[in-house]
C-alpha cells in the first residue's frame, strides 16, 4: 500500500524526475568537458590566453636546455638542465655550481657541466641573484643523470623580474623544439 501512495503522490514524483534530469544534465555537461579537452579542435588556454595570464609557476625551459620553475610567490626560481640536456650530455662527473650571491641576467652563464662526452656551460633562464648551489651535485654529479628535473636541480635565484619567466617555452613547446 505505502508504494500506492508514492504513487500518487504528485510531489514526490515531480522530485523524482526532477533528479534523473539534473543526473543526465550533469552527465552531459561532464562528456562535453572532457571531450572539449581532449579535441584537437578545441585550443589549450595556453594558446589563447596571453602571455601575462598563462601559469609561469609551471617550468619552462630555454633553447639552451635550461629549466626554471618559480615558486609559487615568484619570489624564488629553481633552475636545471632538463631531461633531454642530461640524456645528451651523457654521464655526468662534474658539476661547477653558481656563486652564491650572484647577480645574473637572463643568458649568463652561471656555471657548468662537464660528462664523459662533453661540457656545457649553464645559463640563467631568467634575470635575479643565486641564493644556493645544489651542494648534493659536488660529491653525486651523477644526481643529474638521474633526476634532471627533480634531485638534480642546479641552483635556486632569487627573481628580478618574473615576467621574463612567461617568454619562455612551456613543457609543450619544448617538446615540440627538442622534436624539431
Not at 2 to 22: K, R, V
Not at 64 to 71: F, G, K, P, T, V
Not at 126 to 135: F, H
Amino acid at each position: 500500500m505505502p508504494s500506492a501512495l508514492f504513487a500518487f503522490n504528485g510531489y514526490a514524483t515531480s522530485l523524482t524526475i526532477l533528479s534523473y534530469i539534473l543526473i543526465a544534465f550533469f552527465f552531459i555537461l561532464l562528456t562535453l568537458v572532457v571531450l572539449a579537452l581532449h579535441s584537437e579542435h578545441y585550443p589549450s588556454f595556453d594558446k589563447i590566453l596571453p602571455s601575462h595570464c598563462r601559469d609561469v609557476n609551471s617550468k619552462r625551459y630555454t633553447s639552451a636546455h635550461e629549466w626554471i620553475e618559480l615558486s609559487d610567490d615568484q619570489k624564488t626560481a629553481t633552475i636545471g638542465i632538463s631531461t633531454y640536456a642530461a640524456k645528451a650530455l651523457g654521464d655526468v662527473v662534474f658539476v661547477e655550481l653558481p656563486t652564491t650571491g650572484q647577480e645574473v641576467a637572463a643568458g649568463d652563464a652561471i656555471g657548468a657541466v662537464e660528462s664523459v662526452k662533453s661540457a656545457s656551460d649553464i645559463y640563467a633562464p631568467i634575470s635575479g641573484t643565486i641564493v644556493e648551489g645544489n651542494a648534493v651535485l659536488e660529491d653525486r654529479p651523477g644526481t643529474i643523470n638521474k633526476g634532471p628535473e627533480g634531485d638534480g636541480w642546479i641552483a635556486r635565484m632569487e627573481v628580478t623580474n618574473p615576467e621574463q619567466a612567461s617568454t619562455l617555452m612551456d613543457e609543450a613547446a619544448y617538446k615540440a623544439f627538442t622534436e624539431e
